[in-house]
């Protein structure tokens, strides 16, 4: 069974630092991988996905992931931090049995230090 | 282009109160449609999913059931709430066939 684990539940860094947030999956095949951004009382918003295709992706607002099969990681990183980046983020990893349903991380909450 | 709609945005429910939630996507037809539950603190469940208009399965066995009654409309609806059921709810869609899934705004459910 697929599953997603994402170490750190509250991840705080400096304005304009690195952002580095961790997504870790089991999957029998190879999975469909995506990176969701929740603002406090908003729905989800898409910020990267991974199809199989190349294995850096990038996303929305700066952020991109790295596919890396050997380690099962898809780890969500920005350059340079900013305060609007202040947010809960979540990896998902698509269930394979054909029902088209996610397997959700637990989420981290990102906070920008000024 | 595809956009989803939640109403209610809020909604405060005495206990044992009923509940109907909608659920509506513009702009595509046979999605795949999602209800999700946000707990205060913690992650996502997904509580229901529908592989077209006949089609609804449920994740986690509770007080709540989902109908289809038109193609892009979802409703979750409850006969008693709970107080375990406040939260906050969340649809979303995919295309058929697809795994990339749309959220929506949400609502937010207190049940006191």
């Known amino acids: 069974a697929q599953s997603v684990t994402q170490l750190g539940s509250h991840v705080s860094v400096s304005e304009g630092a690195l952002v580095l947030l961790r997504c870790n999956y089991s999957s029998s095949v190879p999975p469909y991988l995506f990176w969701y ?3 406090p009382n908003q729905g989800l918003q898409l910020l990267l996905k991974y199809t199989s295709a190349a294995t850096l992706v990038k996303g929305i607002n700066g952020f991109e992931a790295e596919f890396k099969k050997s380690e099962t990681s898809f780890h969500l990183t920005k350059p340079s931090a900013h305060m609007s980046d202040a947010a809960e983020y979540f990896c998902a990893v698509s269930d394979t049995s ?3 349903k ?3 991380g637990t989420g981290t909450r990102l906070k920008v230090l000024a | 282009s595809q956009t989803i709609h939640q109403w209610p945005a809020t909604l405060v429910q005495p206990v044992g109160s009923p509940l ?3 659920c509506t996507v513009e702009g595509t037809s ?3 449609l999602y209800w999700y539950r946000q707990a205060a603190g913690r992650g996502l469940q997904l509580l229901f999913y529908s592989i077209g208009i006949d089609q609804i399965s ?3 066995p509770q007080n709540l ?5 038109q193609d892009r409309q979802f409703i979750l609806s409850s006969k008693k709430l709970l107080l375990s059921d406040s939260g906050f709810y969340l649809c979303a869609w995919s295309m058929y066939s697809s795994y990339e899934q749309y959220f929506g705004p949400g609502t937010r459910l207190t049940v006191t």
Do not use: H, K, W
């Open chain 1, 37 to 39: 951004v929740q603002y």
């Open chain 1, 98 to 100: 054909g029902t088209y």
């Open chain 1, 102 to 104: 996610y397997i959700f």
């Open chain 2, 20 to 22: 109907s939630l909608e």
């Open chain 2, 30 to 32: 046979n999605p795949n």
């Open chain 2, 58 to 60: 449920s994740e986690v």
């Open chain 2, 65 to 69: 059931s989902a109908s289809r009654p």
